[in-house]
């Protein structure tokens, strides 16, 4: 099956990846759902959008063991690097990920839609001044504008959130296109982001998963299901491709 799979990798016009939190975990960052998902440690409410404008102090408090922890010190495992070299050679269009750790990219991938946003910035819910996390000092209980003093919200989806339109435009033409899409470590459960393989596939695209446990798609839409860790099916793969 492995051999099949590469050979529709191979032969695909349009190649994309979607991706979710299951490619990071060999990167040490934890899932959200699943043995030992963040959803089973902390309550996903404190990134609720309501929440976060009536209670920011609580839900920066919360955002910074759920996020910030676990992702400052995280690198690109051996998938995020495969996929970045295979966009390097002209294989991999571009890569939808729901993932806002910035992984993908520090692996070297340009074409990255960030369907949810990302942890490397922030906005000013005052003035919208945009900071890069690095200009932030996360110590402070709630860390805010240096221009107008109001306090500053990560720039990812929040629950509750509309997701950045000309993103989900891009998205959705990635997804279009595809003829193979590789959907790589996500449960397919949250929307509008799980519906964007079931447009691929409904385009005529081939779908080879790779996932640890079946998903919404396993028994669905996916042509190829690895029960696989990401990172270590794509260290074999990539020396088959060598
Ligand atoms: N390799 C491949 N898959 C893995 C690995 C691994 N090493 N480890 C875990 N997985 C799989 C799990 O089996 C699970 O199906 O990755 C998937 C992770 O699923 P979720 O934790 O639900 O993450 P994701 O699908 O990305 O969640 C979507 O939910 O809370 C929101 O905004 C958040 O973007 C996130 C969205």
Known sequence: MLQEAIKTIKNAKALVAFTGAGISVESGIPPFRGAGGLWERYDPSAIDIDFFYSNPKESWREMKKIFFNSMGQAEPNTAHKVLADWEKKGLLKGIITQNIDNLH?????????????????????????????????????????????????????????????????????????????????????????????????QNGAKIIEINTLPSTYT???????????????FGEIAKVFR
């Open 105 to 201: 990219q520090r692996a070297g991938s340009v074409n990255v839609k960030e369907f949810h946003g990302t942890i490397n910035y922030l906005l000013c819910t005052g003035c919208g001044k945009r900071y890069h996390l690095g200009e932030v000092d996360l110590n402070a209980e709630l860390p805010s504008c240096k221009a107008c003093g109001a306090f500053l919200k990560p720039d990812f989806i929040f629950y509750g959130e509309g997701i950045n339109p000309k993103v989900y435009q891009e998205s959705l033409d990635l997804a279009y296109t595809a003829d193979v899409m590789l959907v790589i470590g996500t449960s397919g459960e949250v929307m509008p982001a799980c519906a964007l393989p079931l447009t691929a596939k």
């Open 219 to 233: 028994d669905s839409i996916s042509d190829f299901y690895f029960e696989r860790k990401a990172g270590e099916l």
